[in-house]
């Protein structure tokens, strides 16, 4: 059995398990002194993921009355939804970034029914497009997200540093698997807190819910601060720390490139929409067609479809036409 990476006294790692098949669990980060914690990242709404968390708090000699503040890398609902609890049973500060919280502010439901909008105007047939509204986690949970919009959130935006028990942390901003996802570096140790955006040996997903938006352009970007930081060891929402952050952040570039000029081959071919393009990429996934995906696995699919079609359009190697009210792409290249 391979060894636990050995943390800093002040650090340690609660695995919450979650109801998403592909994930399995998220990590939760508890920031410690000897009364007292604080959390980055709240988990999700869900009784098993909490008893988990109560049995992994209880093992490092804290009790929930011990949570001084929470600090939430981004919206998305595995590392979010717990937030109301933890209000309720006593912690006081809860933080999240400015974009993020803006969203969060305007309605959750109309991000998503704004995404799922978009993609029957790229080809989505309307019944599997409600489909895809009703299976989303995000959705079964929507009560959660008005619960959240009563927390009165502390926004952080770039460059700010945050004091989290004995610890100084710096915020940097990386848009791209959401509008407005943060990261948290302890320079002094060299630990990145990467909440989603940097995974290994998956990768995240990074999907176009707003038409006049480049998610993916963002997340290079955004891969490309973090490969010039000075960080040791980065600390993920999931799967296991990554020791060489740098390296991995390279390499999902470069997994993006190829998944960019897959699609284009797909285009160069024919004049297709998005929905047809999303059902031939080759995705890292173990069903056979896309009738087998669960359709919250096609929200997904055809959001990073779309996020890789708006790059490739921005960059100027197609252009849109639009067939019946439906968009389709052409090579220009």
């Known amino acids: 059995m391979e060894k ?30 000897e009364n007292s914690f604080s959390m980055i990242d709240a988990g999700m709404y869900n009784i098993r993921s909490f008893h988990e968390f109560s049995k992994g708090i209880s093992s490092l000699g804290y009790k929930i009355c011990d949570l001084e503040s929470v600090i939430v890398t981004h919206f998305h609902v595995d590392h979010i939804t717990m937030s109301p ?22 309605g959750f439901d109309k991000f998503i029914n704004k995404a799922i909008k978009l993609y029957a105007n790229h080809g989505m047939p309307e019944n599997e497009a409600n489909e895809i509204s009703k299976a989303h986690p995000a959705m079964r949970l929507i009560d959660i997200y008005s619960d959240l919009q009563e927390i009165p959130w502390i926004t952080l935006s770039n ?10 942390l710096k ?75 740098s390296k991995r952040a390279k390499e999902i570039i470069k997994h993006h490139e190829e998944r960019l ?16 393009i999303a059902k031939m990429v080759k995705w890292r996934a173990s069903y056979n067609s896309w009738e087998e995906y669960p359709y919250s696995e096609r929200f997904f699919a055809m959001g990073e479809t779309l996020a890789h079609l708006k790059r490739l359009e921005l960059e100027g190697k197609i252009e849109r036409k639009m067939n019946k009210n439906i968009v389709y792409w052409k090579a220009l290249v």
């Open 4 to 33: 636990e990476l050995e943390l800093p006294s002040w650090l340690k790692r609660v695995k919450m398990p979650i109801p998403i098949e592909s994930l399995k669990f998220i990590n939760v980060y508890l920031i410690g002194s």
């Open 85 to 106: 609890i933890l209000q309720s049973l006593g912690a006081s500060d809860f933080y999240l970034g400015l974009k993020d919280a803006r969203v969060l502010s305007r």
């Open 159 to 168: 460059d700010s540093e945050i004091d989290v028990q004995d610890k100084k």
């Open 171 to 245: 915020v940097i901003e990386v848009p791209g698997h959401t509008p407005g996802q943060i990261n948290l570096f302890d320079e002094k140790d060299g630990i990145l807190f990467v909440g989603d955006h940097v995974l290994d040996p998956i990768t995240p997903q990074i999907t176009l819910a707003e038409e006049n938006t480049d998610p993916l352009g963002d997340y290079i970007k955004s891969l490309e601060k973090i490969s010039t930081l000075n960080a040791k060891i980065a600390m993920p929402g999931h799967r296991e720390p990554i020791l060489n952050p």
């Open 261 to 276: 000029n897959e699609i284009l081959g797909y285009i160069r071919k024919k004049e297709l929409n998005g929905y047809e």
